[in-house]
C-alpha cells in the first residue's frame, strides 16, 4: 500500500461525456504527478503540481484535458468531450523531493 | 525520439538466471529512477539513483552519468520477479518514462 489513492478504479464512459478522475496523494507530500499509460508503453507525463500550484504541463495534453489541485491536497483531473484515444490508464503519483509513490491508476474507456 | 531507451523490450529466462536490463537516456537528469509493474497494472519504485550504485535484495541498481547509462541486475531471479520494470528519469520538473521491459522467469 503506497499510501496514494485514486478514484475511480475504472470509468467506462461513452465519446462526447465528460469524465472527472480524483487523486489523493501522502498527506505530507507536495508534489503531484499525472500520467497516463496505454497498453504495452510506459507512462507519459502529463501534469506536475507543486503544492496547488501548476507548475508544469505537456505540450502533447489537449485542451480538453484540465487539472486542478485547490488546496495543494487532493487533485482533480477532468477530460472534456471524451474521445476513443482517451482510453488509457491514469496514473496519479507523489513525491516529497525525488522518489514518486504511484497510485493504482484509474483506467479509462471510452467506448 | 524517445529520451529514455531500454533493452530488451522482452526478456524470458529460466529461474535462477542472472538478468540484466539496460537503460540510456538523452536528457539532463537530477534522477533516474527503476519502476515495477505488474499486470493489473500498479507500480512500484524500486531504485531512485543519480550516482553509483544500490543494492536491495536480489535486485542491483547501476549508473553511469557521463555515458547516460543504467542497468538493473536481478540475481538468482524468480517466477515471482516476472513484471515490467520500467527506466524513468527526472528532470528538474518533467518525468521522462522508457518503454519497459517485459521479464518473464519461467520455473
Known amino acids: 500500500d503506497t499510501g496514494v489513492s485514486q478514484d475511480p478504479r475504472h470509468k467506462i464512459t461513452k465519446r462526447g461525456q465528460n469524465v472527472t478522475f480524483r487523486c489523493d496523494p501522502i498527506?505530507?507530500?507536495?508534489?503531484l504527478y499525472w500520467y497516463r499509460q496505454t497498453l504495452g508503453q510506459g507512462p507519459e507525463f502529463l501534469t506536475y503540481?507543486?503544492?496547488?500550484?501548476?507548475?508544469?504541463k505537456s505540450r502533447l495534453l489537449s485542451d480538453r484535458f484540465s487539472a486542478e489541485r485547490p488546496k495543494g491536497s487532493f487533485s482533480t483531473l477532468e477530460i472534456q468531450r471524451t474521445e476513443q484515444g482517451d482510453s488509457a490508464m491514469y496514473l496519479c503519483?507523489?513525491?516529497?523531493?525525488?522518489?514518486?509513490?504511484f497510485g493504482p491508476g484509474t483506467r479509462l474507456t471510452v467506448l | 525520439k524517445n529520451e529514455v531507451e531500454q533493452s530488451p523490450q522482452n526478456l524470458t529466462a529460466q529461474e535462477g538466471e542472472f538478468i540484466t536490463i539496460n537503460c540510456s537516456y538523452s536528457?539532463?537528469?537530477?534522477?533516474l529512477h527503476w519502476l515495477q509493474q505488474h499486470p493489473g497494472g500498479g507500480i512500484v519504485s524500486l531504485f531512485m539513483?543519480?550516482?553509483g550504485k544500490k543494492k536491495h535484495g536480489r535486485l542491483i541498481a547501476t549508473i553511469n552519468i557521463q555515458e547516460k547509462h543504467s542497468s538493473l541486475h536481478i540475481t538468482a531471479s524468480h517466477p515471482r520477479d516476472s513484471a515490467v520494470y520500467i527506466c524513468?528519469?527526472?528532470?528538474?520538473?518533467?518525468?521522462?518514462f522508457g518503454t519497459g521491459t517485459s521479464l518473464t522467469v519461467i520455473p
Open positions: 503540481f507543486q503544492n496547488e500550484a501548476q507548475l508544469e
Open positions: 524513468a528519469v527526472h528532470t528538474g520538473n518533467q518525468f521522462y
Open positions: 498527506s505530507e507530500h507536495n508534489r
Open positions: 503519483a507523489s513525491s516529497l523531493i525525488n522518489e514518486q509513490f
Open positions: 536528457v539532463g537528469i537530477s534522477a
Open positions: 539513483l543519480s550516482s
